[in-house]
């Protein structure tokens, strides 16, 4: 389960970094916004799994 939660905030952020890297924006939003939907993800993850 640690493992799949990392990964998934991990995949997530780093589509975030690579939207950052391709966009002219000043703040890196992307990140941001990637590590957000990793991290809700990844508790989505453990509840489902908790809830069998």
């Not at 939660?5 to 589509?15: E, F, N, Q, T, Y």
């Not at 975030?16 to 993850?45: H, K, M, N, Y």
Request: net charge positive; hydrophobic share 50%; with cysteine.
């Amino acid at each position: 389960m640690a493992f799949s939660m990392a990964g998934s905030i991990g995949i997530c952020v780093w589509l975030g970094r690579r939207w950052d890297q391709q966009s002219t924006q000043s703040a890196p939003i992307g990140t941001l916004i990637g590590g957000v939907l990793g991290t809700l993800f990844a508790i989505w993850l453990v509840i489902k799994e908790l809830s069998k």
